[in-house]
Nanobody, 119 residues
Framework: QVQLVESGGGLVQPGGSLRLSCATVGSIFSIYDMGWYRQAPGKQREVVAS???????DYADFVKGRFTMSGDRAKNTVYLQMNSLKPEDTAVYYC?????????????WGRGTQVTVSS
């Protein structure tokens, strides 16, 4: 069982920055694809950024150039650095760990952390 715990959310003004953290139990980066998703009220959950088990990252168009995903293997933690935040970035942000095994799919979620961008 993979456990994911997000932290770092909060209230920030437009143009500000936040860094989200997702702490995991055990070393899973080498075998799981990690992702950050968000869900705003009344909207579907959407992918924000992803990091493959090999380390490559990808970003949704609406955060490219503003958000950066990284991982610290020694701390078993992935991060989402969010800069130039906009009110439309307001959402609950979730960490995800995903792996397609030979027989079953492994798909784990954290409980989320609230990010509110408002003046």
């Amino acid at each position: 069982q993979v456990q994911l715990v997000e932290s770092g959310g909060g209230l920030v003004q437009p143009g500000g920055s936040l860094r989200l953290s997702c702490a995991t139990v055990g070393s899973i980066f080498s075998i799981y694809d990690m992702g950050w998703y968000r869900q705003a009220p009344g909207k579907q959950r959407e992918v924000v950024a992803s990091m493959a088990s090999g380390g490559s990252t990808d970003y949704a168009d609406f955060v490219k150039g503003r958000f950066t995903m990284s991982g610290d293997r020694a701390k078993n933690t992935v991060y989402l650095q969010m800069n130039s935040l906009k009110p439309e970035d307001t959402a609950v942000y979730y960490c995800n760990a995903y792996r397609q095994g030979p027989i079953k799919t492994y798909d784990y979620w954290g409980r989320g952390t609230q990010v509110t961008v408002s003046s």
